[in-house]
């Protein structure tokens, strides 16, 4: 059974950071990709960064230079390093996966195999 947990949310002033991360049991998560999505009250669900099993990355336009994602295989995880915090980044976050064939496969969207329950990050002063 494939198991992913977020850990890491918390409530943060504008400006500040957070780290993320997505840990896996059942499975490894270097065979997937990830990605970290969030919804925020009364909006749709959104990509926010992915990371192929190949390392590729790819990120929303709205969190670029901000958020950095990465995969640390020793500890199994995939991190979310946030900073410069914003109120709109306010959300519930998931981070998802999904295998295939094709190493640089970095989806912000689509069908995943695995969700984690999510960790809410909220920026507010």
């Known amino acids: 059974q494939l198991q992913l947990v977020e850990s890491g949310g918390g409530l943060v002033q504008p400006g500040g950071s957070l780290r993320l991360s997505c840990a896996a049991s059942?499975?490894?998560?270097?065979?997937?990709?990830i990605t970290w999505f969030r919804q925020a009250p009364g909006k749709e669900r959104e990509g926010v960064s992915c990371?192929?099993?190949?390392?590729?990355?790819n990120y929303v336009d709205s969190v670029k230079g901000r958020f950095t994602i990465s995969r640390d295989n020793t500890k199994n995880t995939v991190s979310l390093q946030m900073n410069s915090l914003k109120p709109e980044d306010t959300a519930v976050y998931y981070c998802?996966?999904?295998?295939?064939?094709?190493?640089?496969?970095?989806?912000?969207?689509?069908?995943?195999?695995?969700w984690g329950q999510g960790t809410q990050v909220t920026v507010s002063s």
């Open positions: 059942g499975f490894t998560l270097d065979d997937y990709a």
């Open positions: 990371i192929s099993e190949g390392g590729r990355t």
């Open positions: 998802a996966a999904v295998s295939s064939a094709f190493s640089a496969y970095c989806p912000m969207s689509g069908n995943f195999e695995s």
